[in-house]
């Protein structure tokens, strides 16, 4: 349903922009691409921090481990 309510909208912008001097409806039509495309990044950003998790633990460790031995190496 969400998607026939779209299309619909999109048919009436289209519309809409046929009607505006073609400077104003390139300008508006590519405010709404870039909308758009902002809008993509910002969900590919979301899903990318959602399948990559990092693992806290062991970075944790390896960075203590680090610290451990350089102050062995600076005490001898």
Known sequence: MFLVIAIILCMLAGLGLLMFDPYIAGLFAFAVIAGCLFKIMDLLSDIHKALVQEKPGRIKQVYE????????RSVK
């Open 65 to 72: 481990d680090y610290l451990k031995e350089k102050d062995d």
